[in-house]
């Protein structure tokens, strides 16, 4: 299928109103691979280029030779979600991965894009409100998000739900703010079986992995943490599209480094699931080698996760901490039916 140069799709507002989605693809040339923008919102072209990324993630081909630049005419009410659904089908019409008839009309959003399913839609065509609101020109021509239309994105080509070739898992690390905040965060990696368009280049690993919702340096940081421990695996690269959420939007550190690193292993069918969590914290100089060094605040992240441990979880914290873990951890951690793991590399844990 020949891909258009540029491919709009509209939604319908609250106010009945229609808002216009433009993609536009042209040749990279090193620039990123997805760019958004919104009229004077730079929050809103941030959502949407997370929408854009985690939907893309089911895509079982991968090729990032051109950049596409998504654009609203105009910025929605900032609890207006249904423009969602029509910014990931201009991307997709944009590079060929769907036709429309026309210019298609279309409401929905996701909570769970990476998984290519459809949370559901706001608008009430045949009701004939929104949210109590008269919803004027929509219509039954409007393609709809969630049970009562589409349902996941496989049906756009006829396919299967795609969740079901996404395997997902999550880790827990302690957050160290010094403080009665100290808290556990979670990170989930998402992968997806990945073929190579045709006439692509050589893939780079890095390219594959999408860290929505995080700054640059900290995106960076995670696609070379997660290249460099796949390097370890000594497994073909360039096999899995990947997507890495983060429980919370900002913090310091790096100790959620073994915890991202042992969800994408869990992900990948390389390590064991634990019963319940696994909670681990520790980074590397050398993940390409599979070693786990050492982070700081033992005292204070041994007493959270004391405080936080449950039945089933399991605990790996790194090898360096093995002479400074408060007397006794390893057996309430047992009492409480968990486990504790001090490692110095990766592999089955």
Partial sequence: MSAPTIATCRSVLRDGSLLTVTATRRERAGRADVKCSAPGDARLAERMLEVVRLARHTEPRFDSRDQVVI??????????RDWELAVVLA???????????GEPVANGFSDAWQLGRLSGHLIGHLSGHIDGHPSGSAGADVLLGGADGLAHLGQLSGHGDPCAGVSSARAWFPLH???????LCWVEVSVHPLTLEAGAAALDEEATIAVPGQDAARQLAVRQVLGGARHFDARAPGRWRTTVRFGAPHFQGRSYELALVMADRMARGRDFLPRARLIATGCSDAWHAGRVDTVEAVGPKCALLLREAEPGDRVLVPRAWQGALPAGMAKELRARGASLACVERIGLI
């Fill in 71 to 80: 654009s609203l005419d105009r910025s929605p009410a900032p609890d207006e």
């Fill in 91 to 101: 991307d997709r019409m944009v590079r060929g991965l769907w036709r429309a008839r």
């Fill in 177 to 183: 703010s010094g403080g009665a905040h100290d808290s």
